[in-house]
């Protein structure tokens, strides 16, 4: 395959990212597979010869965005054939993993399904997609129609991906850990993603260090059971065949030019001494967690089979706030799983009550196939879901609203990292990751500046620059 079209034009794709941040990290690592074959990015699908949709299927509704997006994308492939021109469209991620060949039944436009395993292959997939393609412009007719690879390949892919390339504002994502073995009722990821796997210590930090070359001052940790992390040692590493997250936190830390480190998403049973330990001794390690929690209720956390209950979430979080008193707690909850009664649901609220979450992520329960909480009796109607979801929201909406005006008029380090809404406006990151709006000049993105912080929001704050001292210099 050249670099180029047959019109001489540099081929584009634009890549459509849902979902998680393992997402954004693996859409990020497919640019950087389709660079070396002369892909440069397209901000639009319309630009595009390539269009990626990365997709998720945590929720129902994730996941027929992604048809509706399909439609309209083979809309543009007929515009194109009409005009002597081709779209090549793929499908990635979760929906790719969980539905394979239905996705090319349902809609025929698509020409590529890789799963998150097997996305290094990328090329080979669009040769192979390329050679269909002209075939049945030769009309010959072929028995399947696009080009499927869901597997998961004895092959890593990372030891296949080239190096990760252009670092967005300072800030970087890392995956060092992949799968799940937990298997909550309600949950696709265990299939989707398949099994727990830690990439090795050596790997990460060589990643690391590559980010924090071309530009990188956080580095965000990223596994969907990213504490249940234990990648294998480093050789220089005597005596440990393995690294804990803590201890490979505590390396990542010593790496020159690290400021920030954060992870995500982590379980409340992997939460062990030596992470907690980081949080207390660890100073670029933020003071933020993310710790899904799910619901309050005993007897929902065990038919969700999530191996803890609530006495030892809020062990955890004692522990935590010992460690580290100014620590921000934000979580995932669930509500209207199958069975939940008022009182499961009140548990839950208790529970939120009782921790005070800084930000939080909640959703109705959403019934996957394949999964055993679907096929669990009781199934909550709709409307009582849809209550409980505005009672908890409202309740943890004013606890956010809370703790963004409890900093109000401190001053805090901000990460700058992308163009606000006005111009002259630029939008950064506390270490407790709220958003904050300032104005200033945009060559501080990429950059961290002290803010005094002069109004809270429920989803953000704004303040202004203390240190001018470096606009002035740059
Ligand atoms: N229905 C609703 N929410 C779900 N999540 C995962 N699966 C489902 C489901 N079937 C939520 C959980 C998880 C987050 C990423 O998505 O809260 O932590
Ligand atoms: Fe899904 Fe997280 Fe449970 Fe794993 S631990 S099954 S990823 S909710």
New binding site residues.
Partial sequence: MTNVRDDGQRRHVFIRTYG?QMNVYDSDRMADVLRPLGYAIADAPDQADLVVLNTCH???HASEKVYSELGRLRDVKLERRAMGRDLTIAVAGCVAQAEGEEIVRRQPAVDIVVGPQAYHRLPELLAEAARKADLRRAGKRLPGAGVLDTDFPAESKFDHLPAPQGVRAGSAFLSIQEGCDKF?T????PYTRGAEYSRPAAAVLAEARQLVASGAVELTLLGQNVNAYHGEAPCSSAGEATWSLGRLIRALAEIEGVARLRYT?SHPRDMDDELIAAHRDVPPLMPYLHL?V?SGSDRILEAMNRRHGRDLFLRLVDRLRDARPDLALSS???VG?PGESDGDFDDTMRLVEQVGFASA????????PG?P??AMPDQVPEAVKSARLSALQALLGGQARAFNASKVGTVVPVLFAEDGRRTGQIIGKTPWLQSVHVDGNRRLIGHVVDVRLTEGHANSLAGEIVVRGFEAAA
């Fill in positions: 998680c945590i929720r129902e909550c309600f949950c696709v990821v998403t899904p799910q995932d909850f669930i799983f992520f909640s959703f109705k329960y959403s019934r996957r999964t909480g679907s």
